[in-house]
């Protein structure tokens, strides 16, 4: 073999190599998106995982192949909110409520993107807006008074058992009843009333949602649909969110 062939044959073994990495690096990406969302089980078969592709891609109105493809690797690489898509069977609705009308947040942490003036103003606002809709009252606490939703800010790992991962991809997480938490990634870049960054009010109003009992929604115009869709100016809630929430708690009286 001469030289000018063996640097050739070195050549193509290194693609087919970089070929492999890239495409088990893909692989266990899909996988644990999969597991993550719970649409599969961890330790699947192969025909469980195409089976869950398939329903990823029926769900999100992509073209359903049961193929990782190239579509349902771009909408995967959305940015979007950390609760999972898939409730495990043994949540059954009522079970997850609160059982009081009237409900507390605290603001615990900040973050130190926007003044705090600034992120009350958008916590309230997006409280109010569930508010509306409702026989239930938000009124905020401080200090040592304990409260239904906790609000913080952390980056990456913060000891629940869900990491956040860096700027994109997940957004937020929050806790249903009666825990409550809203957790912010504050490796994001936070913003109010801006579309060049992450909204603030429009992530909190769907993470109410989940402090409320609320799952995710495959309508895409609801505000609980999981996927992040940019920023929206006046944002409100949705028909579907609306049917929602009034399902658990009632309809607003006056
Ligand atoms: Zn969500
Ligand atoms: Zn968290």
Do not use: F, N
């Given at each position: 073999m001469n030289l000018r062939m063996l640097v050739f044959v070195t050549f193509l073994s290194l693609v087919t190599v970089l070929h492999s990495m890239m495409l088990s690096t893909g692989q266990k990406d899909l996988v644990e998106y999969l597991v993550q969302y719970r649409y599969l089980q961890p330790n699947a078969t192969d025909a469980q995982l195409q089976r869950a592709i398939r329903f990823f891609q029926q769900k999100f109105n992509l073209?359903?192949?049961g193929i990782f493809t190239q579509e349902t690797r771009n909408f995967m690489n959305k940015s979007r909110c950390g609760f999972p898509d898939i409730l495990p069977?043994?949540?059954?609705?009522?079970?997850?409520?609160?059982?009081?009308k009237d409900l507390t947040f605290k603001i615990e942490s900040f973050t130190n993107q926007l003044t705090q003036d600034q992120q009350r103003t958008e916590f309230k606002r997006a409280f109010d807006e569930w508010e509306r809709q409702t026989q239930l009252t938000f009124t905020e606490v401080s200090g040592t008074t304990e409260a239904n939703f906790k609000i913080n800010f952390y980056k990456k790992a913060h000891n629940d058992g869900s990491d956040f991962d860096g700027?994109?991809?997940?957004?937020a997480h929050a806790f249903y009843p009666r825990t409550g938490d809203i957790h912010f990634d504050d490796d994001e870049d936070w913003g109010v009333n801006v579309s060049s960054k992450t909204d603030l009010y429009g992530v909190m109003l769907h993470e109410i949602g989940h402090a409320l009992g609320i799952e995710h929604s495959d309508?895409?115009?609801?505000?609980?649909?999981?996927?992040y869709r940019g920023y929206v100016k006046d944002l409100k809630l949705h028909q579907d969110d609306i049917a929602g929430i009034q399902e658990l708690y009632g309809k607003y009286q006056s």
């Open positions: 073209t359903v192949t069977e043994e949540y059954s609705l009522y079970d997850i409520k609160w059982d009081k700027p994109s991809g997940v957004l309508d895409s115009s609801a505000v609980m649909y999981p996927m």
